[in-house]
């Protein structure tokens, strides 16, 4: 009787230790899961005590990268500079040629304009257009000379006045309009003559091509206005690279900017197509080029139809190392005391181990 007694309770262990046999399931096919016992999470608090009683380690730290996802890259903004010089240089030349084809105002006289129909002309609006411009012109070279990014800055800006004025030598020239007004006075024509050509063009160039300067004496530059040009993109970027909150800023650039495209109008020395063809090709220009740089997708995407402009790879070549959107960032340009000032000594820190 003790030994069937001992033989069921061999056969209930057995049971307990296999308890698919009692209804037939397939045993299993080797894989062995982990069993978490007490004794093992003791362990690892253990392990983690020690660790907290003993601090004889040394943290290594592991360095960013050290890539930039804004270089500076002068070397491209030294390459902007030069494609705007040339294009700049290359509009006097070209209203150097158109100034010998613009039509005598005695046998053709001014187009019919709206604007002039209701407002007269005022002698002194063309001087208002002019000095807004420089200050325009002054303001974004301070707030530049303060900007942390400002060579990317710098070099969009030159990319897009060299291009607007590159587009603007080709419409000078294929399309000849009359004087606005018959208050112009025109240089007299040279019939040939390349000394003196020559001699306009570098007056032209030293005046900047300001009226008030005296340096602009030539007539022909009229679709599209310079002048807005260079009062619509001063002030774009005036409001793109400032801070959004400093809205009185934006709202005294955008009025001397307003005032001055008014101003070429109210003065007759544009007609109004070359300013709104002026302020489109600018506005339009400047926000297509800022878009794509700061949408990253957009450089890549197969989908973006803005890929097919002409200037495209020059657009790739100046922002293939800018990977993110330029923040509204600024710092005092002048470190000091200056480097060579400084305690050249190098402080070192020991690690002691035990």
């Not at 030159?158 to 607007?164: A, S, V």
């Not at 306009?200 to 602009?216: A, D, E, F, M, V």
């Not at 600018?282 to 200037?311: G, V």
Request: aromatic share 14%.
């Amino acid at each position: 009787m003790a030994s069937q007694e001992l033989l069921g309770e061999r056969d209930l262990s057995t049971d307990n230790l296999n308890p698919g046999s009692e209804t037939g399931a397939p045993p299993s096919s080797g894989k062995i899961c982990p069993v978490h016992t007490p004794g093992t999470e003791e362990a690892t608090r253990g392990f983690r005590k020690g660790i907290g009683r003993h601090k004889d380690y040394v943290k290594i730290s592991v360095p960013e990268s050290k890539v930039s996802r804004l270089p500076m890259e002068w070397w491209k903004t030294a390459i902007a500079f030069f494609y705007a010089t040339f294009n700049l240089v290359l509009t006097t030349v070209v209203i150097t040629v158109v100034h010998e084809r613009v039509p005598p105002k005695e046998s053709s006289p001014p187009l019919p304009d709206k604007f002039f129909d209701y407002i007269d002309r005022v002698k002194w609006a063309f001087t208002v257009t002019e000095v807004n411009g420089m200050l325009l012109v002054a303001i974004w070279i301070i707030q530049l000379f303060f900007f942390r990014y400002k060579s990317i800055a710098i070099r969009r800006f030159f990319f897009l006045i060299g291009t607007l004025y590159l587009y603007r030598c080709v419409t000078m020239y294929i399309t000849t309009l009359p004087v606005p007004g018959v208050h112009m006075t025109c240089a007299p024509k040279l019939h040939g003559d390349s000394q003196a050509k020559m001699q306009r063009i570098l007056q032209l160039i030293s005046g900047g091509g300001l009226s008030i300067t005296g340096s602009h004496l030539m007539c022909g530059d009229f679709l599209y206005s310079g002048h807005t040009v260079m009062l619509t993109l001063t002030y774009l970027f005036i409001k793109e690279y400032s801070p959004r909150s400093f809205w009185w800023y934006h709202l005294m650039c955008w009025l001397l900017s307003a005032v001055g495209v008014v101003c070429i109008l109210v003065a007759h020395e544009h007609y109004s197509v070359d300013v709104v063809v002026a302020y489109f090709i600018t506005s339009r220009l400047f926000w297509w080029y800022h878009t794509m740089a700061n949408l990253q997708t957009l450089k890549c995407s197969p989908n973006n139809y803005l890929t097919n402009t002409w200037w495209n790879p020059v657009f790739n070549f100046f922002e293939r190392n800018v990977q993110t959107s330029i923040p509204c960032s600024y710092s005092w340009p002048i470190t000091w005391p200056p480097a060579w000032l400084k305690n050249p000594c190098k402080k070192y820190s020991m690690v002691q181990s035990t």
